[in-house]
């Protein structure tokens, strides 16, 4: 598409969609046309992987031309947008400035304003923020609102605007200008009546200009809204400005507490950089590696099956992007014990360790804008790691893209929305090889390829499974690899032999699919009935039939937790159910072959 070029182009997305060319309004008539360039500007700079947008344009039950329709709408829209819109081997991605999408002005903007701000510059931040509330026009992209994939973005989008004029409206008050303050915060106070700090400017601002029964029947309107939606009182800040202005002492002067965190000296724990060490022989993965560290988007999740090195990667990754980000690299676990981890503990630990005082924050909402102003104007590097589902994740991501954040997961999270996807599978055989080769010694492994290959075929090819198997020949100097590639083909308690000091290969397995609350220990449990670990996809329904509803949706659950993947058989173009096969790892097979064999004899 390199002929197709690019015009002066304009959009608009905070409110209806707008799009305008060379100055002039461009109709886009067909409804999912005009979905399809919805999404690609409300990710605007990310890649947007095709399967997405398949599922955003025709819901659960897409044609069979699907793929083939969505590059018809891309063609359309490049005769309107230019070369914007490119296709990068997964999905699309359409590249714009600020100076053409007004959601990229708006985040400059306050950016900007929130800067000056810091720098004590109030006067030309109640500019800059002013400039970024009014390119909100109203509710953006309402008429694609039932499209989850456009839902997501719009409340993201909301949010910031939200955070972004509480931060303008108190400057304005502070500035003398309630007056002109009242007559946006009439508006806004009364479409989100359960928002504090817009409550809190408005009382303030009526205080001011005198009207104090208005801003006392302010707060008891915000009391009875809250107690009806949450049923939770006001909370203690907004009280004592109730009782101030009741006392007749007035409003106190506006703390301005969405800049205050901001306005702070920089702590002096900084963050600086905690990874934990970077392993010197880590092979392969380069293809992953390159796509991570190409990728514009500022979200990337890493997904894969037990033992496939996601975190791994993830640490080796962020070793090469913690240059970039000086403000700090850090990981995350997402999970303690087996248990998950609320999003308001790990932002209160991260932002004391910084030096932040947020002792006495008690609404986990107040915790959580106090955690983006803090990553607003900074470039942290954050490794989410062990991601349990979506929701875990959302909360703990900036609202800006100046930092970047890498998410690990056992489980797909399909509903996570606008993130960059990579996929781990078991290493090939070379890889295989090599990293053994690292671990005991060239000659030894290559000694005795054929063994060697038997060993892969029997057990796997995981980073995990070799790397207890390195350490346990390492310990072993003088075992035959055949010799053991006799004892692996022989034994049923084959992951009995995968134990190297305190890693244990079936204690992983117990953590992950033993656990009587994991959703799919049933279905789990049922594939040890099979002949594995590649499965027929009759045969798989008709075991799984059953086991948690029906057995083509609990082949969905078992892809999604990266228990199983695809394998296709054929390569035309058009691939069917029928014409896929299902495999598992083959030690994961086993041991649910184990975990069978319990349960029946329970």
């Not at 800059?128 to 409340?155: K, N």
């Not at 993830?314 to 990981?331: F, S």
């Amino acid at each position: 598409m390199g002929d197709v070029t690019s015009p002066e182009l304009h959009c608009s997305i905070l409110g209806p969609l707008e799009v305008r060319v060379a100055g002039r309004g461009a109709v886009i008539g067909a409804p999912k046309q005009r979905l399809l360039l919805a999404i690609l500007l409300c990710h605007a700079n990310a890649v947007i992987a095709s399967d997405q947008l398949i599922d955003s344009l025709w819901g659960e039950t897409p044609p069979r031309t699907a793929r083939k329709n969505l590059q018809v709408y891309v063609s359309a829209l490049r005769k309107i947008v230019g070369d914007r819109i490119s296709f990068q081997g997964w999905g699309y991605r359409m590249r714009a400035t600020s100076e053409e999408l007004d959601l990229l002005r708006f985040l400059e903007l306050g950016k900007s304003g929130r800067a000056a701000a810091r720098s004590g510059d109030l006067v030309s931040a109640a500019a800059l923020l002013g400039d970024a509330v009014r390119l909100w026009r109203t509710r953006p992209l309402e008429e694609f609102c039932h499209v989850p994939l456009v839902a997501a973005e719009v409340g993201r989008f909301t949010e910031l605007f939200l955070s972004i004029y509480e931060d303008w409206v108190e400057l304005e008050i502070e500035l003398g200008r309630h007056v002109e303050a009242l007559t946006s915060l009439d508006i806004v106070a009364a479409r989100f009546p359960t928002r504090e700090r817009i409550t809190a400017a408005r009382m303030t601002a009526l205080a001011r200009c005198g009207r104090t029964a208005e801003a006392l029947a302010t707060f008891d309107n915000l009391r009875r809204h809250l107690a009806a939606e949450m049923g939770i009182d006001p909370s203690p800040m907004i009280g004592k400005l109730y009782q101030s202005i009741l006392r007749g002492e007035g409003p106190p002067p506006v703390r301005l507490p969405g800049l205050a965190v901001a306005a702070q000296p920089r702590p002096v724990r900084a963050l600086a950089n905690r990874l934990p060490r970077d392993i010197h022989d880590f092979v392969g993965r380069e293809a992953e590696i390159r796509r991570i560290l190409d990728e514009p988007a500022p979200v990337t999740l890493i997904t894969g099956g037990l033992g496939t090195g996601k975190t791994t990667l993830a640490v080796h990754v962020a070793h090469m992007l913690a240059p970039a980000y000086p403000d700090g690299a850090v990981v995350i676990s997402l999970r303690r014990g087996g248990v998950t981890r609320s999003a308001a503990e790990i932002q209160r630990e991260i932002l004391e360790d910084v030096g932040l005082d947020v002792g006495g924050v008690r609404e986990d909402d107040v915790l959580a804008a106090i955690w983006r102003s803090w990553l607003a104007d900074r470039k942290v590097l954050l490794v989410l790691d062990d991601a349990p589902d979506e929701s875990s994740v959302r909360t703990l991501l900036p609202g800006t893209a100046s930092s970047r954040v890498l998410v690990t997961s056992q489980s797909r999270l399909s509903g996570l929305e606008s993130v960059a996807r990579i996929g781990l599978e078991d290493l090939c055989p070379s890889e295989g090889i090599e990293f053994l080769s690292r671990l005991v010694g060239r000659d030894r492994v290559h000694g005795d390829l054929p063994a060697v290959l038997r060993i892969f075929r029997r057990c796997g090819l995981s980073p995990l499974v070799l790397r207890v198997l390195g350490g346990r020949l390492a310990r072993l100097p003088h075992l035959p690899l055949g010799m053991l590639a006799d004892r692996l083909e022989r034994t049923e308690n084959v992951l009995d032999e995968f134990v190297a000091g305190d890693v244990s290969l079936r204690r992983r397995f117990e953590d992950s699919y033993a656990r009587p609350a994991w959703p799919h220990r049933a279905a789990f449990a049922a594939l040890g009935a099979l002949d594995g670990p590649v499965f027929g996809h009759e045969e798989l329904v008709a075991a799984l039939d059953g086991v948690e509803g029906p057995g083509e949706r609990v082949i969905e659950l078992l892809l999604e937790a990266n228990v199983l993947s695809i394998t296709p058989i054929e390569t035309d173009a058009d691939v069917v159910a029928h014409s896929m096969a299902y495999s598992m790892s083959p030690l994961a097979h086993r041991f649910a072959v184990e975990l069978r064999g319990d349960g029946c004899r329970r």
